[in-house]
């Protein structure tokens, strides 16, 4: 009898270490059986890991001014947990005021949105941006910035119903 456990053991470990050193496996039962997203704050990336948890591709991204998660609009956080992807929207030609004084910028969202499901909140997802300069910085509203060519091919690796788990920021 231990004979056939020590073999049934041996068979398994290489699946076993293989989930052990999947970086994200941890993230595994919220992301179901699909490609997934996890979001960095603090060290300012997102990265897509495949449905077993291991990294396809990282980008760097700007996140929200503020730290914390979302909780009102116009706080300038983003929000923090588990949403999904609900809409792909063409973003070309569309425009934001910053309230910077330098009125509506065109092409404020880069090429694509990619709209998030977060609740209470229609507007905050992962797009584009005419500020490549402010990758690796705090800089949103709220949302997710990539450079243009970064969300590019981001949204051509997702879909509608992709799960995206944005982590806390550290406490402060």
């Known amino acids: 009898m231990m004979k ?15 989930g052990a050193q999947a970086p994200f496996a941890k993230y595994l ?9 996890v979001i960095d704050k603090q060290g ?20 929200a001014v503020n730290y914390g998660p979302k909780k009102v609009r116009g706080d300038h956080k983003t929000p923090e947990g588990t949403f999904k992807i609900n809409q792909l929207l063409n ?16 092409d404020a969202y880069g090429p694509w949105f990619l709209r998030l499901d977060v609740p209470g909140f229609w507007d905050i997802g992962i797009h584009g941006t005419p500020f490549p300069e402010s990758i690796g910085t705090r800089a949103t509203e709220g949302c997710i910035r990539l450079r243009n060519e970064d969300i590019l091919d ?13 982590l806390p920021d550290p406490v402060r």
């Open 4 to 18: 056939k456990i020590a073999l049934l053991l041996l068979a398994l470990l290489p699946a076993l270490t293989a």
């Open 154 to 166: 981001l949204k051509q690796r997702v879909k509608v119903g992709t799960v995206v788990i944005i």
């Open 91 to 106: 973003a070309k030609g569309l425009s934001h005021d910053f309230k910077d004084g330098k009125g509506p910028v065109k």
């Open 29 to 37: 039962d919220q992301a179901g059986d699909a490609p997934f997203i």
């Open 44 to 63: 300012f990336k997102l990265t897509l890991a495949d449905a077993q948890g291991q990294p396809i591709k990282e980008y760097g991204i700007s996140c």
